[in-house]
């Protein structure tokens, strides 16, 4: 299985602030990177595809980059409607694996 | 509006069975891979299941292989979990997941959940 790392496992932010997620994987998956937000007792809600392709809707705020091995989510300025735990997720393989998140915390 | 929605979940003994239901609407499910994501409390996401666009093929990850089962009803577009022998640590939220036309295909939506609490 390919193994799915995320850092930090948490942060501490203020609204404003530039925040930077980093994943890693154990193997090369392309561009097959996927970002999600999950509040707290809430679905989970697909943010950025692909790597770096923005999901319909979601604040440009947000961008994703990487590929390979190592990739970033990026929020520019954050807001109070963006803490939260987000994930990193693999579409490469079988079977799908995440990472195991990052909670961004209020400063 | 696409959507889906879980129902099924419970309380149930160690050793008993469940059956999770996916009710889709706003699209067609033989169309996508359809997936189950389980989240233990206070813990990460954990993809259990898949069932490809045709439905020539399903995926377990190795930790509920050969207990659970995936399948589905195209005329209710209607995807099920059947989950047997099931164990403490299967205590989770389960999400009934829409991918897309391919295994490489994002998550892009998600039901509400629902709960399976594992206890005697």
């Known amino acids: 299985d390919i193994q799915m790392t995320q850092s930090p496992s948490s942060l501490s932010a203020s609204v404003g602030d530039r925040v930077t997620i980093t994943c890693r994987a154990s193997?090369?998956?392309?561009?097959?990177l996927n970002w999600y937000q999950q509040k707290p007792g809430k679905a989970p809600k697909l943010l950025i595809y692909?790597?770096?392709t923005l999901q319909s809707g979601v604040p440009s705020r947000f961008s994703g980059g990487g590929s390979g091995t190592d990739f970033t989510l990026t929020i520019s300025s954050l807001q109070p409607e963006d803490f939260s735990t987000y994930y990193c997720?693999?579409?490469?393989?079988?079977?799908?694996?995440f990472g195991q998140g990052t909670q961004v915390e209020i400063k | 509006e696409v959507q889906v929605v879980e129902s099924g979940g419970g309380l149930v003994q160690p050793g008993g069975s469940l059956r999770l239901s996916c009710a889709a609407s706003?699209?067609?499910?033989?169309?996508?891979?359809i997936h189950w994501v389980r989240q233990a409390p206070g813990k990460g996401l954990m993809w259990v299941s898949h069932?490809?666009?045709?439905?020539?093929?399903?995926s377990y990850a190795d930790s509920v292989k050969g207990r659970f089962t995936i399948s589905r009803d195209n005329a209710k577009n209607t995807l099920y979990l059947q989950m047997n022998s099931l164990r403490a640590e299967d205590t989770a939220v389960y999400y009934c997941?829409?991918?897309?036309?391919?295994?490489?295909?994002?998550?892009?939506?998600w039901g509400q959940g629902t709960q399976v609490t594992v206890s005697s």
């Open positions: 997941v829409k991918g897309g036309a391919y295994s490489t295909s994002p998550f892009d939506s």
């Open positions: 706003g699209f067609t499910l033989n169309n996508y891979w």
């Open positions: 069932i490809i666009g045709d439905g020539t093929k399903t």
């Open positions: 193997q090369s998956i392309s561009s097959y």
């Open positions: 692909d790597g770096i």
């Open positions: 997720q693999q579409s490469y393989g079988t079977p799908p694996t």
